[in-house]
Every structure is written in C-alpha cells, then in structure tokens.
C-alpha cells in the first residue's frame, strides 16, 4: 500500500502568543477539528490511491485506460476538499445475468478409444475351475481394467532392395528398379527419422545436442552436425510450400 503524505498548515495569526485562556481553549478546540478533519481527507485520498494503483497493476480484467486514471488525478486535484466517498473506476464490466459454470467432471477420465488395444488374459488355474460337486465350472463374465502403457521410440534400418535384370545369354541390357522418392535427395535419414529431428526441435523445443544424445541411447549415433544438415535440408525442401502460403 502506497502511503499518502498530506502536508495541512495552520496560519501563522493563530499560531502567534496568546495570552487570554478561553482564547487559548477555543484555538486548541479548533485545531483538533481541523487535525480529525486531515486524517479524515488523508484516509479518503488514500483508499483512492489504492484503488487506482490496484486497476493499473492489479489483473487485466480490472485495469483502466490512461485516459480514465487521468480523469480520475483531475478530480482529486481540483476537488481536494470533496466528499470522502472514493471515485468509482468503470472495469468495462456490465451488469447481467451471471453464467453458472459447469461443475468439472468427477472419476477417472476415459481413455481415447482411437488408442490400440493389447489384449492380456489372466485365467483361473485349472484346479480352481471344479467345484465342489465335482461340476466344471463355466465362464460367466470377465473383469476388464484399462490403463495407458508407453512403448519407448526406437530406431530401426530400412533396407531398400532394387532388383537388376539383364539377359542370360547377351548379358546386355541390364534394368533396375527406379528409386523410390525421397523428400531430400541423397539422404542418409528416412523422412520418418527427418519429421521426428524437426518436430523435436521446433513443436517440442528440444536442442539438438539433446536429441543427438537420446538417439545415442537407442543405439544411433550421430553428431550434431549431421543432425543440424537435416533440419537445413528439410527447410530447402519445404521452402516451395512455404511459398505458396
């Protein structure tokens, strides 16, 4: 809280030697009117003080505008001696019926049923399914529990074979299969190794020295270097789709 100093004087006609008592008594009566009043002023410029302070640096739905904090400093300047009731500051918010939000949903959240499901059944021993009268006991119903499992990335090596031709008894005119396109040429990542470097560094934020060492983990090594070359490769690649954006 901001204090508000207010400097109140007396004229120097009252302050000046006074030898009459009743005259002394009415001018003490007087300076403890004008002292209550003061303190009066001082705690009603305060408590406005602390609004305006609270709209200007207090949340973003109850700041003002300058031009309303102006308005307001006009008023207390030209009014000092005003009513001791605060000035009251618009939020910009109206009076209306007031919408009662939704009570958040209790329980255990469902899982997607988008993700795949593995399928684990746990039977009763054998020896458990006869009861007691010697009957072999039926399945009636199963108990089904699910919950989120995480199956850490790996890396793993295409090999891409492109068969070659050529006539057993010329030995000429030898074919080869075509090669399949590539989103950068000559590349020594696969596009699914390339859209996980860039992903990682620009949706995740994750640096490049920290995904060289969790691809090392998986038994991948490569420098920075390499893995910097890919991120400019990629953005040569997408600089025409860039441009038609």
């Keep these: ?122 039977d009763v021993p054998e020896a458990d399914k006869i009861c007691a009268c010697g009957q072999t006991k039926v399945r009636i119903s199963e108990s089904v529990s699910e919950k989120p499992e995480y199956i850490p990335a790996s890396v793993r090596v295409l090999e891409t074979a492109r068969f070659k031709y050529a006539c057993p008894r010329c030995h000429d005119g030898v074919i080869e299969a075509a090669a399949p396109p590539q989103a950068v040429e000559k590349s020594l990542a696969a596009e699914g190794l390339l859209a996980h470097v860039v992903v990682s560094k620009y949706v995740d934020h994750l640096p490049l020295y920290r995904l060289e060492r969790i691809l090392l983990r998986q038994g991948l090594d490569l420098s920075r270097t390499t893995l910097c070359g890919w991120v400019a490769d990629v953005a040569t690649a997408l600089t025409p789709i860039g441009d038609e954006l």
């Design 1 to 122: 809280m901001i204090d508000v100093a207010y400097h109140g004087g007396v004229s120097d006609a009252r302050m000046g030697d006074v030898d009459d008592l009743a005259t002394a008594r009415t001018l003490i009566a007087t300076l403890r009117d004008e002292i209550t009043k003061l303190r009066r002023e001082k705690a009603t410029l305060q408590h406005q003080l602390n609004v305006l302070c609270q709209r200007l640096f207090g949340k973003k739905s109850e700041r003002v505008s300058p031009d309303q904090l102006r308005l307001a400093f006009a008023q207390l300047a030209n009014e000092p001696q005003a009513a001791s009731e605060p000035i009251e500051m618009d939020s910009g918010e109206r009076p209306g019926r007031s919408r009662r939000r939704a009570a958040p949903p209790t329980g255990r959240r469902l899982l997607p049923p988008a993700l795949p499901r593995q399928r684990v059944e746990i």
